[in-house]
């Protein structure tokens, strides 16, 4: 049975950083792309960024381009996002995905993701 654990959430100022964790059981993330979804209040999910089975290629959406950091250890079937200079409308439940199948390079689509987490809460205060 394959787990997505995501941590590191919290409440932080408008500028501040936060890092989110996302561990994974049940199954190793080696060669499958790893993905990091957000859901706002009220708001459809959307995704946020995500990187290659190989861990060379990268992928953000342009609201979060040059502020967030997708990251992957393979060795500690964990995946990671940093997050800086947040905003108030980054507020919102961040859920990692595990790729649906082998060797993929990201994509922006929820279909091509076979397993969610729960969810971690980040708020940003203004």
């Known amino acids: 049975q394959v787990q997505l654990v995501e941590s590191g959430g919290g409440l932080v100022q408008a500028g501040g950083s936060l890092r989110l964790s996302c561990a994974a059981s049940g199954r190793t993330i080696k060669s499958y792309a790893m993905a990091w979804f957000r859901q706002a209040p009220g708001k459809e999910r959307e995704f946020a960024a995500t990187v290659s089975w190989s861990g060379d290629r990268t992928y953000y959406a342009d609201s979060v381009k040059g502020r967030f950091t997708i990251s992957r250890d393979d060795a500690k079937n964990t995946v990671y996002l940093q997050m800086n200079s947040l905003k108030p409308e980054d507020t919102a439940i961040y859920s990692c995905?595990?790729?649906?199948?082998?060797?993929?390079?990201?994509?922006?689509?929820?279909?091509?993701?076979?397993?969610w987490g729960q969810g971690t809460q980040v708020t940003v205060s203004s």
């Open positions: 995905a595990l790729g649906r199948y082998g060797y993929g390079l990201g994509n922006f689509r929820t279909g091509e993701y076979g397993y």
